[in-house]
């Protein structure tokens, strides 16, 4: 089992990158074109959000 203490920051990432990237794309796009594509903007999402803060 693992715990990932900012589980649910990243989960919020994914979720504006997801969102951020369809609004951007046709609706024929390939899958696997939007996941790659989501995934490299979620890097610039949690970039944006900043660093996790520590407890």
């Known amino acids: ?3 990932f203490r900012d589980y649910h920051r990243k989960v919020s990432a994914a979720r ?3 969102r ?3 609004a951007g794309l046709p609706p024929a ?3 696997d074109d939007v996941n790659r ?3 490299r903007h979620g890097e610039t999402v949690r ?3 900043g ?3 520590r407890v």
Do not use: S
Request: glycine share 0%.
């Open 1 to 3: 089992m693992q715990v």
């Open 16 to 18: 504006t990158a997801r």
């Open 20 to 22: 951020e990237v369809l």
């Open 29 to 31: 796009a390939h899958p």
């Open 37 to 39: 594509l989501v995934w």
């Open 47 to 49: 970039a944006r959000r």
């Open 51 to 53: 660093p996790a803060v």
